[in-house]
């Protein structure tokens, strides 16, 4: 399986409008002081739902998706889920010869929905921070990343029932749900909340950063111009991260001498999903914002804690539930919509799943 890489080819990526769903599942063992298993729901990047093997409740996380689902059977079938987690790192641990430490079997999946109609899906599972087996949709097979998910494999595929369920959950019931679930949050999920930006350096000699914060929603271009042309060479891009109010940051990092950019237009570019203007910061001495004593005309420079703070505390609780498995995305077209069902039935279908790991 090689990983999913996106190749900007003078495309304006950020004027295509997607809505999400995903799910990530979280079974482990040998962590003294966190939960054997932990269920999280993100739609649009934005947590909706928490459930954890301490609390035995599914708790929500935004005021907008009171009434969507039955939370009551949705905190029943994850407490089956969790059972079948909790096993499925004691199925696998005897493959690679493990019988104690810090183990973690991990499951991921979900889809997406562009505005133009295009889906895509994605379900795959993880162990101890590395690729274990993954739902290839079109043939209805699964993939095994190593000779130890080789078993899981071959019993995924004895029947192919599974794919097939995987398959239209997908393809179907996953795109129904995130068309509930934005009926319901379209204030929120449908909003269009313009970035504040900001050029950072710690000193003289650092890269510049171009710093693009408080925007909604998270589909985001953030790159470096040189003279008007997009500058690739001594540019190194960062992920879009989540903000504590429900927005998103993401930076561009770079590299070059204060000759070169004062002999030289350099500006950087943040384009939004929705948002048809581009905002542009020119990079000059007076729009830098360090903390060794240049300029400081606001809380967002680098060190502060606005925004290492927040992201710090970000960072420790996805890596808790999501861990280091790598996400990998494949493209495939549908179209079509049927009534949802009154549960999200993706919760059912991978506790089935993880029994038999």
């Not at 970000?314 to 280091?324: E, I, N, P």
Request: proline share 3%; aromatic share 10%; net charge neutral.
């Amino acid at each position: 399986m090689k990983p999913f890489i996106l190749l900007f080819l003078g495309i304006n990526v950020a004027s295509a409008v997607t809505h999400s769903l995903k799910y990530f599942y979280t079974g482990s063992t040998g962590i003294k002081g966190l939960p054997q298993f932990v269920a999280v729901g993100i739609v649009d990047g934005m947590n909706i739902d928490y459930f954890d093997s301490v609390s035995e409740k599914n708790i929500l996380k935004q005021s907008w998706m009171e009434g969507a689902r039955d939370e009551k059977r949705i905190t029943d079938v994850r407490k089956v889920i969790q059972q079948s987690f909790i096993a499925g790192v004691k199925i696998i641990m005897p493959r690679f010869n493990q019988t104690t430490g810090v183990h973690v079997l991990q499951q991921m999946y979900g889809c997406e929905l562009d505005d133009d109609g295009i889906t895509r899906g994605y379900f795959q599972y993880g162990y101890d921070g590395a690729d274990f087996l993954s739902l290839d949709k079109s043939s209805r097979t699964w993939t095994a990343a190593n000779q130890k998910a080789v078993i899981s494999k071959l019993k995924w595929d004895a029947t192919g029932v599974d794919a097939n369920i995987y398959k239209n959950y997908l393809e179907n019931t996953c795109i129904e749900w995130i068309k509930t679930y934005v009926n319901y949050g379209k204030d929120t999920l449908e909003r269009k909340v313009p970035p504040s930006v900001s050029l950072l350096q710690k000193n003289p000699s650092s890269p510049v950063t171009c710093h693009a914060t408080g925007f909604y929603p998270s589909g985001v271009m953030v790159f470096w111009q040189k003279d008007g042309q997009e500058q690739h060479e001594d540019v190194e891009n960062g992920e879009t991260l989540p903000n504590d109010d429900g927005t998103f940051q993401k930076s561009a990092h770079l590299t070059v001498t204060p000759e070169e950019w004062k002999n030289n237009k350099y500006q950087c570019v943040v384009q939004v999903t929705g948002i048809k203007k581009d905002f542009n910061t020119v990079l000059t001495e007076s729009e830098i914002q360090t903390n060794w004593g240049k300029t400081n005309r606001g809380v967002n420079t680098i060190g502060s804690a606005p925004i290492i703070g927040v992201v710090v505390a970000l960072l420790l609780a996805v890596v808790v539930v999501v861990g280091v498995v790598i996400w990998r995305k494949k493209k495939k077209s549908e179209k079509g919509f049927v009534p949802a069902s009154t549960s999200d039935t993706d919760s059912e279908n991978s506790g089935k799943g993880a029994q038999k790991i």
